[in-house]
């Protein structure tokens, strides 16, 4: 018989544990997080250096509704707490050849971009807005769903939208049904890097991704992304949720295969009848399970499985403005060879893709007034390549400085720098505890996606729960929050509490 007032355990205040908190907190469960950081977010919190404040990932933020909904089931008015900022454009691309594209949402706006520079293609835009709007309606109601069984497959629904996972066919493949010109399917795939993905390994069933942005729109949040994270871990307390901040979760305690709660890094033991994991599922699965324990994500059987690549990180505290545009993304000049490179475990050369962020205009507050905090992206292999950072580190900071010189002509980029912090793939290992630096987590190659991907309810053992990227529906904000929310569901089915 099920604990009338059972303690449900979080591990990790990322935004998966957070989803999972306030929405089951709000139904009157006893919850407590215990996240080893004196802040929440993990990867969606901040860096503050002197008076610059970052991001520390995303800077993104798509599906605004998932997010108000999670808030409106938990009490709150997500408007009431988030300043939501919807940019235009949405971001800038610099193409291989050099040319910029401005990407918008708006229809009339993108039509005029893709006519100026690939005249061609007249009619691309719409047929990808219809047909991806079919897509995005089918597959998103199963990515809502908690696929915890092969059985979740065999219903009505699921069958009727197999034919929109374009099963043996890339996300660049299928921009092929759209464009001819390779650069305008380019400005189309991209996206894949989302999922730290190559656009020719990426399954087609994710065309969706691009089909939101154009859609729906992309925002940033006043203050940066990271108060997302703030906010949502305030108004979990308010609903009573306890939050520990700097409390190491060690080891889950089992019974048999039972869990029964958690050890914190000083020894302390902490009874619960219920453990969400919001920890990042590869690390959790290798360092948090007792040894043995588990057999389908044993240490042998999750290092065959496919990772997503990395990313080198640099956190510029700039003295100056260049006025950049809120989001550009640079292509590699040989786009190809670089995403090859990378998904091989080669360090990129010094031809690298790019993504760079500058709020010194829409949301200067992030900076004392004139300056900007430039937070620069660069994909590069996860840690299974064995890179030696701390070896290649000072080397691949200045071939990033040279890409923003060369290709952005931020020429005195070196003189301008203040302050600045790197995270290179081995201390996403080590600081944030992701498996491997694969900060996307476990691949979304098919054979990884919904029941083959790790159970929101895990399949291994009792009382274990999963949010967060490794887990279904996958990486990305809106899809981890998502996974949130299919947690706290799943519980309050396990307790027979109205959802
Ligand atoms: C550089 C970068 C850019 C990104 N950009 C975007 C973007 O633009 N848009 C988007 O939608 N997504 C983006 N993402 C992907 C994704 O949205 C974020 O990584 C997200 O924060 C992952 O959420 P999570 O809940 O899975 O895990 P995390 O954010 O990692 O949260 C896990 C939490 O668990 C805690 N923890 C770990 N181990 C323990 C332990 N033993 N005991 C207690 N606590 C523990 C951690 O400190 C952390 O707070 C980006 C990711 C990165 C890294």
Request: proline content about 5%; charged content about 25%; glycine content about 6%.
């Amino acid at each position: 018989m099920p604990n009338k007032n059972p303690t449900i355990g979080i591990i990790g205040a990322g935004p998966g544990g957070l989803a999972s908190a306030m929405l089951l907190s709000k139904r009157g469960f006893n919850v407590q997080i215990f996240e080893k950081n004196s802040i929440p977010g993990g990867r969606t919190s901040e860096i503050k250096l002197n008076n610059f404040r970052f991001d520390v990932g995303p800077t993104f933020f798509m599906m605004k509704y998932i997010l108000d909904e999670i808030f409106n089931q938990s009490g709150f008015k997500s408007e009431d707490h988030l300043n939501f900022l919807k940019l235009s454009p949405m971001y800038k691309l610099i193409l291989p050849d050099g040319k910029p594209m401005l990407i918008y949402d708006n229809y009339e706006k993108m039509q005029a971009e893709i006519i100026k520079n690939f005249p061609q293609e007249k009619t691309g835009l719409k047929k990808f807005l219809v047909k991806e709007k079919k897509r995005f309606e089918n597959l998103m109601p199963i990515l809502q769903h908690h696929n915890n069984s092969v059985f979740d497959a065999l219903n009505f629904h699921f069958l009727k939208s197999l034919p929109h996972f374009s099963i043996n066919r890339s996300l660049f493949d299928i921009m092929g049904n759209y464009f001819n010109n390779d650069l305008a399917k380019l400005s189309f795939t991209f996206q894949s890097k989302y999922l730290g993905m190559s656009p020719w390994q990426c399954p087609g069933a994710f065309g969706l991704v691009p089909y939101i942005e154009h859609a729906q729109g992309v925002y940033h949040i006043k203050g940066g992304l990271s108060e997302i994270s703030r906010q949502m871990a305030k108004l979990a307390q308010q609903n009573n949720c306890k939050i520990n901040y700097n409390c190491e979760i060690k080891e889950i305690v089992f019974e048999n295969k039972k869990a029964i709660g958690v050890k914190t890094i000083d020894g302390k033991l902490i009874n619960l009848d219920d453990i969400i994991i919001n920890s990042d599922f590869g690390y959790s699965a290798s360092k948090l399970f007792p040894k043995k324990l588990l057999k389908k994500y044993s240490p042998q059987k999750l290092s065959k499985k496919k990772l997503s690549c990395s990313i080198f990180m640099l956190y510029l505290g700039i003295n100056k403005q260049y006025k950049l545009d809120h989001n550009t993304i640079v292509f590699a000049k040989n786009y190809k060879k670089n995403v090859s490179d990378i998904f091989n475990g080669q360090l990129p050369d010094k031809d690298i893709s790019f993504y760079v962020r500058d709020t010194s205009t829409t949301d200067p507050n992030l900076a004392p007034i004139g300056k900007t905090p430039l937070y620069i992206l660069v994909p590069v292999p996860n840690n299974t390549a064995n890179i030696d950072w701390q070896k290649e580190k000072s080397n691949f900071r200045q071939i990033t400085l040279d890409a923003l010189k060369n290709r952005l002509n931020l020429n005195d980029i070196e003189e301008q720098i203040e302050i600045e912090k790197i995270i290179t793939p081995e201390d996403w290992e080590k600081d944030y505890n992701v498996y491997k630096g694969a900060v996307f987590n476990l691949g979304h190659q098919l054979r990884q996606m919904l029941w083959f991907r790790p159970h929101n309810h895990f399949e291994e053992t009792e009382n274990i729960f999963l949010t967060g990227g490794g887990t279904h529906p996958g990486s990305g904000l809106p899809t981890i929050f998502e996974s949130g929310r299919i947690a706290a569901r799943l519980i309050c089915q396990k307790y027979k509490k109205e959802y």
